[in-house]
């Protein structure tokens, strides 16, 4: 998608264990954002970040930290995953008013 | 998020027009999005209208806006199998994207 790629794509974890979710981008843009997909919720943004070091909260971001050490990765850290976090997890970049989607990483946790 | 509204289902028999409908409140909405989600996938973007306009054709895709009454809809004009699908609603203002619930899209024969 557009030069944007999530790893994994699939995960199961244990509850109480740490989690990192990667997304990368080979265009430079300056904004990225980490949402996840629930049923009934449509998507919901967990964080964003507006360039190298600069990240801010979204409206579901208890439970998650991320981080942005350089401008193509944006990592997504479920500190301690709980059940309520299994979901689908979206990476998107914007770009000239557009934004482009991740294929997006299921995770489960059990 | 609660900010944008759109009905859960639609159903509709192949050929015939598909309309899905939105609200939204925030009246600061520079763009407003329509993504197409199939099973198993990613979003893909539809389209998309600056919010001073009022309507945006794209071959079968039509997008009406009414900024007074924070209204959107896509039509679809002759609904084909391949356009079944989830369909999301979005508003896009200082720099994020918020999403309606999706609306389920069932093209029957």
Redesign the interface.
């Known amino acids: 998608d557009a030069g944007i790629t999530q790893s994994p794509r699939h995960k199961v974890t244990e509850t109480g264990t740490p989690v990192t979710l990667r997304c990368h981008q080979t265009e430079n843009h300056r904004y990225m954002y980490w949402y996840r997909q629930d049923p009934g919720h449509g998507l919901r943004l967990i964080h964003y970040s507006y360039g190298v070091k600069d990240t801010d909260k979204g409206e579901v971001s208890d439970g998650y930290s991320v981080s942005r050490s350089k401008t193509e990765d944006f990592l997504l850290t479920l500190e301690s995953a709980t059940s309520s976090q299994t979901s689908v997890y979206f990476c998107a970049i914007s770009h000239d008013g557009g934004y482009t989607f991740g294929s997006g990483t299921r995770l489960t946790v059990v | ?1 609660e900010d ?1 509204e759109q009905s ?1 289902f639609l159903s509709v028999r192949e050929g015939d027009s598909s309309v899905i409908n939105c609200t939204y409140t925030d009246s600061s909405s ?2 407003l ?1 329509w ?1 197409k989600q199939e099973p198993g ?3 893909q ?1 539809l389209t ?1 209208i600056f919010s001073n306009m009022d309507m945006k054709q794209d071959q079968r895709l039509t997008v009406l806006l009414n900024k007074k009454d924070k209204h959107l809809s896509l039509r679809i004009a002759d609904t084909q199998t391949g356009d079944s699908a989830i369909y ?1 609603c ?1 508003d ?1 203002n200082d ?8 609306t389920t899209v069932t093209v029957r024969a």
């Open positions: 998020g944008v859960l520079t763009y999005y993504y996938a990613g979003l973007l998309y999301f979005a896009g720099y994020k994207l918020s999403f309606g619930a999706g």
